[in-house]
């Protein structure tokens, strides 16, 4: 053991502040780019958005991002600024005779007079029904009926607590207990409140679980005493397997009363009775990239729409350029910011060309499936574009994340076109897992519903079409496809 001092050459990465925000840029969905490009607007006053119609109209002098960094550094200094025109000088000391008495300009515009605005009457307002900005949800609904029909206190109490504690299927998700120490009542008040809101409309609200729910609505219907309550308290299980035949049995009834009181239950009852008060809002995807056949190839065009365009503001620029006239923490702070400003335009820059270049290796590598369909969609890893464009599959999987590509096949996620595959037999080639449960998909819509596919036949007709495919597979795809079980399919009711 000894202490000595030695020299040794070695590499690593250092992620500098900078290359954290290339990185970070790079994995940003459109939304999350949007809002932060929208928060940098906000706190960087370096930064400036070019609007639309200003975008060709670029000052004169405004050069490049780092024009004016450029030119301290090399000592030199910045083109000098042309004379301001005798408008210019008197529009710039109105402002100034402005900046100086701020608090008294404002106040002389507060002088009490009429500048337009006009104070409607109560005849001119629009109606409550006119306002209102989106649906009642299930809990204002239910809301509304208790206050109109109790009037008790405690009741009142536990009921709020009550509909609190309702999902969006119309389903009591907590304890009598929990729900008595929350609301400060006793047992007795919770359960009578319960009552008055299992009776509120829709029809189930306020259940524990699905059996409940289906006899509220059975006594709603008056149908109390018959088969469907009897098949509703004994055999749920064996309705959801199709086993008619067993509840036949065990009932003494025929298998055709079992199949109309099925019917009844499955045509007639809600399951979810919370469902008419789910928002129905639409969330449309919007394509980070778009693929377009012009003639005889295919064209990326990268999706640029709804970002603020972004430039260095060129008055702050033209400070750094003066020598004089800029105290020393100004200059410092204006630099700090520019290098800022300068890091995301140029992050900017460098997440679209690797997006570009990701969406290029895509399309050269999925060209069948652009063409036919996913009947040709060929197996493909990260590590298959990785190499194509010489990056690391890392920074592949973060350009691939959260982003959509626009094609003549539809619009799908970057992720999509990665998928493990399978070898067909005979011919060698590789089919996309993605196929074959498309595949499977097609099997199960064209089958008999009197007689289902088991998924042992599945995998009969997968080998007769060269694919050899494990049986558990199959069900493992079923399930993800949410294709339910052979005896789950069975019957008429589907």
Known sequence: MEARLELKLSQKLIMT????????????????????????????????????????DTPEGDGEPGEAMASMEAGTTAPERQPETEGEMELKSEFDQVGTRWDEYIDEMSDG??????????????????????????????????????????????????IGNIDDDGYLRATLDEMALAAGTTMRDVESA??????????????????????????????QGSLVEKIIREHLPDLEKRKYQNIAKVLNVTQQDVLEASAVIIHELEPKPGRPFA???????????????????????????????????????????????VDKTTREYIEERLRSAQWLIKGMEQRNKTIYKVAES????????????????????LKDVAEDISMHESTISRVTTNKYMHT?????????????????????AEVSSLTVKDTIQKMIREENPAAPLKDQQIVDALKARG???????????????????????KGNFR
């Open 194 to 223: 319960l009552a008055i809101i299992q009776g509120f409309d829709p029809v189930g609200v306020g259940a524990r679980d699905l059996k409940e729910c289906l006899l509220i609505q059975v006594r709603y219907l008056d149908l």
């Open 17 to 56: 502040p900078q290359l954290q925000q290339a990185i970070k840029l790079l994995q940003l969905s459109r939304l999350e780019l949007s809002q932060t490009l929208a928060q940098e607007l906000q706190e960087n006053p370096v930064l400036e958005e070019v609007l639309p119609d200003a975008a060709d």
């Open 279 to 325: 928002s129905a809002d639409t969330q449309y995807v919007v394509p980070d990239v778009y693929v377009v056949k012009v003639e005889d190839r295919y064209v990326i065009q990268l999706n640029e729409e709804g970002f603020p365009r972004v430039r260095i503001n060129p008055y702050y620029r033209k400070i750094l350029g003066q020598k004089e006239g």
């Open 408 to 428: 003549p096949q539809g619009i799908f996620p970057l992720k999509f076109f990665f998928t493990t595959g399978f070898t067909t037999a005979g011919t060698g």
């Open 362 to 381: 895509i399309v050269k590598f999925q060209t069948e499936f652009l063409e036919h369909g996913i009947s040709l969609l060929k197996p493909m890893v």
């Open 467 to 489: 694919l050899d495919i494990a049986r558990r597979t199959v069900a493992k795809y079923r399930e993800e496809l949410r294709i339910p079980p052979t005896s789950s399919r």
């Open 113 to 162: 007079r009429d500048y337009g605005t006009i104070e409607p009457s109560e005849d001119d307002r629009p109606s409550y029904d006119q306002t209102l900005t989106r649906m009642p949800s299930l809990s204002d609904h239910l809301m509304w009926q208790l206050h109109l029909s109790v009037s008790d206190n405690a009741l009142l109490a536990a009921g709020e607590v009550i």
